[in-house]
């Protein structure tokens, strides 16, 4: 695993902490799961999981990732356990935002709506990725601003 691999976990555990302070009240019990083999990111003791994905490219893409195989294998949103995908993304004209969708409401958007996504296709053991435009993915699901200083959303 290289350095970037690295980095991005970094961030990615930074997304998860922000996360979890942002939902504290509809969530008291909300918690990271430890692990690198947990089926997501965030639970709370009811049991409902959270996926969170920092897609720190989507200002210069203009698109929003979402990972389905792993070299050949299925990953990502193809194998999610998680119940809800929450996605920092950055959208042109608005700034930082995050949104909510439910895994199963995520998945029927994708597969309804392929025409107009373009796909990335990882070489050897690079991740093939869904590309849904940002203003698309804003336009589906609710999203929220991600204030300068932390300060939650607008």
Known sequence: MGQTFWTDLEIGHKAEDWVLKELKGEFPTLHKTEGLNSHADLIDDNGYSIEVKYDKRSSDTG????????????????????????????????????A????????????????????????????????????????????????DKGQGRV
């Open 100 to 147: 909510r969708a439910k895994t199963q409401e995520l998945r029927a958007f994708i597969k309804n709506n392929k025409e107009y996504f373009e796909t990335y296709e990882g070489v050897g053991e690079k991740s093939d990725l869904i590309l849904i435009p940002t203003h698309l993915f804003a336009d589906t699901f609710n999203y929220y601003k991600i204030l």
């Open 63 to 98: 698109n929003v990732a979402i990972e389905y195989n792993h070299g050949e294998t299925p990953s990502g949103i193809s194998t999610s356990k998680a119940m809800e995908w929450i996605v920092i993304y950055y959208l042109k004209g608005t700034g930082w935002v995050y």
